[in-house]
């Protein structure tokens, strides 16, 4: 009877770390999410399986060219996925086709070059937004059937739960995703 109770209490021990580790893992570090809607396509389509890294924002800020999964301002419980164009404090303004970034003193601003989004694609819209601290400007890469910071404003940092790290299934499209540096035209 002391072996199977021995036993027993060996099960439980590997049970409740188990439980423990995936609770902090899920918690902390990395969570699971599944796109929903074409807004971030080619990049990533409907029915991807991501892996989402929560840790990296605890120790930096978000930087312009990851793709963010957040809470939707408009309804926390609501989940989304976007590209961060725009950064604290900057001011974007959407027209003609075109991004444009104007740090402060900036009069000219910056072309936005987006080396992912499929060739010829213009960006919709007639927007300007001035930044706050804290605040980001988010757009999907599908920009012609996105539902993005053009319609609803700006992004809260403290909606963003992680950056894309990912992608888990469809197993043909497994991939790794890091730094997706943006650049500038002047």
């Not at 609770?23 to 796109?35: D, E, W």
């Not at 991501?50 to 309804?75: A, C, W």
Request: no cysteine; net charge positive; hydrophobic share 45%.
């Amino acid at each position: 009877m002391k072996t199977f109770l021995l036993g027993l209490w060996e099960v439980a021990e590997v049970v409740l770390v188990a439980a423990a580790t995936v609770f902090i893992v899920r918690t902390f570090l990395a969570q699971p999410f599944l796109v929903s809607g074409a807004s971030m396509e080619p990049t990533f389509s409907s029915g991807n399986y991501l892996l989402i890294d929560e840790f990296t924002y605890r120790l930096r800020e978000p930087q312009r060219g990851e793709v963010v999964v957040f809470r939707y301002p408009g309804n926390p419980s609501v989940y989304y996925i976007k590209r961060i164009i725009g950064l604290p404090t900057e001011r974007v303004v959407v027209q003609k086709g075109e991004v444009r970034i104007f740090r402060k003193g900036d009069d000219e601003g910056l072309v936005v070059k987006e080396p992912y989004l499929p060739q010829g694609l213009k960006t919709g819209g007639d927007v300007t937004v001035v930044l706050g601290n804290n605040e980001y400007f988010v757009l999907g890469d599908n920009r012609n059937f996105s539902y993005d910071s053009r319609s609803w404003g700006v992004l809260p940092q403290k909606n963003i739960l992680g950056v894309v790290r990912l992608r888990l299934l469809p197993f043909a499209q497994a991939a790794v995703f890091g730094e997706q540096a943006i650049s500038f035209n002047n």
